[in-house]
Nanobody, 115 residues
Framework: QVQLAEFGGGLVQAGESLRLSCSAS????????MGWYRQAPGNQRELVAT???????RYGDFVQGRFSISRDKVKNAVYLQMDSLNAEDTAVYYC?????????WGQGTQVTVSS
């Protein structure tokens, strides 16, 4: 079994920051990519950020330099630093692990941005 534990969501005002954490079960878990997707009510789930084992990253077009994903190989975890949050960032953020073409998902953590 693969289990993804997510932390760090919450309610913030526009312009503030949050840091999300996602830890995969087990030690030294193999994966093709890990990262974050988000989904707002009525919308499709969309890419936020992913990282692959060699450290290469990719981001959704909306990020525009505001977010940064990083990796801790010892803890088998990824982190998403989100700065300059705005109301359009409000969504449930899901941790994702892809291994051999199969996606595993966390339970989701709510991020709400308001004034």
């Amino acid at each position: 079994q693969v289990q993804l534990a997510e932390f760090g969501g919450g309610l913030v005002q526009a312009g503030e920051s949050l840091r999300l954490s996602c830890s995969a079960s087990g030690t030294r878990f193999s994966f093709d990519a890990m990262g974050w997707y988000r989904q707002a009510p009525g919308n499709q789930r969309e890419l936020v950020a992913t990282i692959i084992p060699n450290g290469l990253t990719r981001y959704g077009d909306f990020v525009q330099g505001r977010f940064s994903i990083s990796r801790d190989k010892v803890k088998n975890a990824v982190y998403l630093q989100m700065d300059s949050l705005n109301a359009e960032d409000t969504a449930v953020y899901y941790c994702n692990l892809r291994f051999r073409g199969h996606d595993y998902w966390g339970q989701g953590t709510q991020v709400t941005v308001s004034s």
